[in-house]
């Protein structure tokens, strides 16, 4: 269901107004929350379905939806001009979602954010650059930003994030060297990053890899 209890009209951009998709827990009697983000082509919908593996009755589950399902129209390795306005939107709506349900009791820490594809490259793009304590990111299929060369200089800490990232060795889209230029800055800024390369996979998500994000939101619901 939709929820209008987070209000994206007040974001600029593209993306102002997009609705926010739910299942599980109600946000202001969940113990914790998983934001899962869609990859380019899909819909918010269709990444809450992914919600079925990691169901807990105390976590709430949101998926935003992008303006003409994609949260920018060039590829992520485009110079990021490129991709403008529609990244800052979408960048400003995820910390909008954040701060919304930190509002309604739902710290930063403890809300694990979530994407496929360009979902993932938009969700590992945001922590980096509001670096801070999250109760879990994974990245499937998917990295920072922009094209190669592009500065780094993130500032604040992840404080121990659980970080998790997997890719396979022939995505035809998101390179390898970007995803290990991804586990570097992460790190850095002082994520505690699983990087996971998957031999002869092309661009999808296996089951290892929900078996490991299922294990990280085990973990943060024990704390």
């Known amino acids: 269901m939709t929820d209008s209890n987070f209000e994206t009209s007040d974001i600029d951009g593209p993306h102002a107004g997009q609705p926010i998709v739910t299942s599980g827990a109600s946000p202001d009697e969940a113990s914790a929350a998983m934001v899962l983000v869609h990859g380019r082509g899909a819909t918010a919908q269709s990444i809450l379905d992914l919600a079925d593996e990691f169901r807990r009755e105390e976590v709430a589950f949101l998926a935003p939806q992008a303006a003409r399902n994609t949260w920018y129209p060039q590829s992520f390795l485009a110079p990021l001009d490129a991709n403008q306005p529609y990244l800052s939107s979408a960048l400003s709506l995820l910390e909008t979602l954040v701060s919304?349900?930190?509002?309604?009791?739902?710290?930063?820490?403890?809300?694990?954010?979530?994407?496929?594809?360009q979902g993932a490259c938009l969700t590992t793009e945001f922590v980096a650059r509001n670096a801070q304590k999250y109760?879990?990111?994974?990245?499937?299929?998917?990295?920072?930003?922009?094209?190669?060369?592009?500065?780094?200089?993130?500032?604040?800490?992840?404080?121990?994030?659980?970080?998790?990232?997997?890719?396979?060795?022939?995505?035809?889209h998101i390179p390898v060297e970007r995803v290990h230029e991804t586990e570097a800055v992460l790190t850095e800024?002082?994520?505690?990053?699983?990087?996971?390369?998957?031999?002869g996979m092309a661009h999808g998500v296996v089951q290892e890899e929900i078996a490991h994000v299922d294990g990280m939101v085990d973990d943060l619901l024990s704390e």
């Not at 919304?100 to 594809?117: A, K, M, T, Y």
């Not at 800024?189 to 031999?199: A, K, M, P, Q, W």
């Open 135 to 172: 109760g879990g990111v994974a990245a499937f299929s998917g990295g920072l930003i922009g094209p190669e060369g592009t500065p780094r200089e993130y500032e604040g800490s992840l404080d121990g994030t659980p970080v998790y990232l997997g890719c396979g060795n022939r995505d035809p």
């Open 100 to 117: 919304d349900l930190e509002s309604v009791g739902i710290p930063p820490e403890r809300v694990f954010l979530l994407g496929f594809s």
């Open 189 to 199: 800024l002082d994520g505690s990053v699983t990087e996971r390369i998957f031999e």
